[in-house]
């Protein structure tokens, strides 16, 4: 209960901006949740933006409760990141282009609607790649990956047919733009290669044994040396 001594605080959030790799509901459906921060600051690609705005009204909607600045992220090109009142933040990103699909939902298939990051500290060069959501490691993504000096990796799957397998699903990992763990051609060989200090999987779906502490899957990531990444992971490049 509020009392008279007790001040009022004005409702807002601490987080400075919102990047998005992609339009997909649960990866966006959250931008509407921050709607009454007052003032978000977004960064997203020109395809992504449409999607939000005209396909899934994610951005529309959230305009209208808040004031939303978008800032445009063309394909492999370096973005300052800003913080809230303009000044800069020390970090650039760059979007890059993942093999995926477009959301279902989505009216066209525009370059650039599904894409991962690379944060690159400017004073150091020190660098960390993100892409939660990719389809397959051709080799020219293998060679950007392998310049980052943290990798967040998308873990989602950990075989093809593990939806299918639990009856809960009809599509493949692949299917649904997400390359598995194991198996030929799998994440799991292909990232090992990898230079990377840090290589970690995230955006880990829960069907996905990688998460139960004693499983044998498990058990193949952490002997490989990669890490499965949990709330509260903090890292030093």
């Known amino acids: 209960m509020r ?9 807002h959030t601490p987080i400075e901006g919102v990047l998005v790799t992609d ?3 649960d990866h966006t459906l959250g931008i509407v949740l921050l709607r009454e921060a007052g003032h978000l ?3 997203a690609t020109r395809a ?7 396909d899934s009204c994610l951005l529309r909607v959230t305009r ?11 394909l492999n090109t370096p973005v300052p990141l800003c913080y809230r009142d303009g000044s800069l933040s020390g970090l650039m990103v760059e979007a890059f282009a993942v093999p995926a699909g477009p959301p279902r939902f989505a009216a066209g298939d525009e370059e ?3 894409v991962g990051f690379m944060f690159r500290e400017e004073a150091g060069g020190r660098c960390c790649a993100f892409v939660p959501g990719c389809g397959a490691l051709d080799d020219a993504l293998m060679t950007r990956l392998a310049d980052a000096d943290a990798l967040l990796f998308d873990g989602t799957f950990w075989s093809d047919d593990e939806l299918i397998a639990l009856g809960i699903g009809q599509r493949t990992a692949r299917a649904l733009d997400h390359l598995p763990i194991a198996g030929p051609g799998g994440s799991l060989e292909q990232l090992t290669t990898l230079p990377c200090r840090h290589r970690i999987y995230t955006h880990i779906n829960n069907t996905n044994p990688i998460l139960l502490e004693h499983s044998p899957e498990r058990a193949t990531v952490t002997r490989a040396g990669i890490t ?3 709330d509260g992971l903090r890292l030093t490049l």
């Not at 009392?3 to 409702?11: A, D, K």
């Not at 992504?48 to 005209?54: A, F, G, N």
């Open 112 to 114: 650039g609607h599904t």
């Open 3 to 11: 009392t008279e001594e007790t001040p009022v605080t004005v409702r």
């Open 48 to 54: 992504v933006q449409s999607i939000l705005d005209r």
């Open 23 to 25: 339009a997909e509901i």
């Open 228 to 230: 499965i990444g949990f």
């Open 64 to 74: 209208a409760f808040s004031d939303v600045s978008v800032s445009d992220m063309a």
């Open 41 to 43: 600051s977004l960064y």
